[in-house]
């Protein structure tokens, strides 16, 4: 299943237009994130909120994972403070990866961002988070933190956001997005063999792991008759009939 290091950032001194940071508000839709990412079966692993943008990097680069996701707000220059409205989805020049995820991401938040032709996917040549690190990855700036229009539309719709951009991830992986769901715990019932846990809720799907009769796992999603399921680190999908 698709592996996430989720990137909050960790600018505290960014502040906001009327009260809060840039740092507070990217983790609190990570945090909201989290759910669907569960529930959805993309594990993720977030960033450390005492490192700086290096640090992230260095942790994202010590171990594989998919997709590199940043999560920003923007400022004006000076001149223009408080003028500047929209939302910018950044890409590595070079990956097509990279442009598709963020064109997939930009055009969901069309959708919910009220000024939707000022939604636009960009190339860049200068931000670390996505030309340095070696998953495919995307630093989106959710809006201008310094307009107040910008500013209350982000901190009204956290939640409406964070779904967004889950399922943004899921048209990317090719896998389909699942409210969440309370994470609960079940019990394999089979005749007696093994059951196959997929990479796909559909017996098309690749077998990437077994869990035997009697074992005891984790589900976080279901949906048309299949469960999201983790099952000794091994996350996919079961049919829901054979589990209690």
């Given at each position: ?5 989720l ?25 909201k ?10 594990i ?5 909120p ?14 594989y ?13 000076q ?37 939707p032709e000022?939604?636009?996917?960009l ?5 670390g988070?996505?030309?340095r ?21 982000l ?14 991830l ?7 997005f699942?409210?969440?769901?309370p994470?609960?715990r ?36 279901e ?22």
């Amino acid at each position: 299943m698709p592996k996430v290091f989720l990137s909050p950032s960790t600018q505290e001194w960014n502040q906001y237009a009327t009260e809060g940071n840039e740092e507070l508000y990217m983790n609190r839709l990570a945090d909201k994130m989290e759910p669907y990412l569960r529930s959805s079966g993309i594990i993720f692993v977030r960033n450390d909120p005492e490192r700086n943008v290096n640090g992230a990097i260095q942790d994202s680069n010590a171990d594989y994972y998919d997709v590199h996701f940043a999560l920003h707000s923007n400022a004006a220059p000076q001149n223009l403070a408080g003028r500047l409205r929209g939302i910018d989805v950044y890409f590595a020049p070079k990956s097509r990866y990279s442009e598709n995820l963020a064109n997939i991401t930009a055009n969901n938040l069309k959708s919910i961002y009220p000024l939707p032709e000022k939604v636009r996917a960009l190339p860049t040549d200068y931000l670390g988070e996505v030309l340095r690190t070696k998953a495919v990855a995307v630093l989106c700036e959710l809006g201008y933190h310094d307009n107040y229009a910008d500013e209350a539309w982000l901190k009204n719709n956290l939640e409406s956001i964070a779904r967004n951009l889950v399922r943004s991830l899921c048209d990317y992986f090719g896998i389909p997005f699942i409210s969440p769901i309370p994470v609960r715990r079940g019990t394999v019932r089979t005749n007696g063999s093994g059951l196959n846990i997929r990479s796909y809720p559909s017996l098309e799907g690749r077998i990437i792991g077994s869990a035997p009769n009697g074992a005891s796992l984790t589900i976080t999603g279901e949906i048309n008759g299949w469960y999201v399921v983790n099952y000794h680190g091994i996350t996919g999908y079961s049919k829901s009939v054979f589990i209690s």
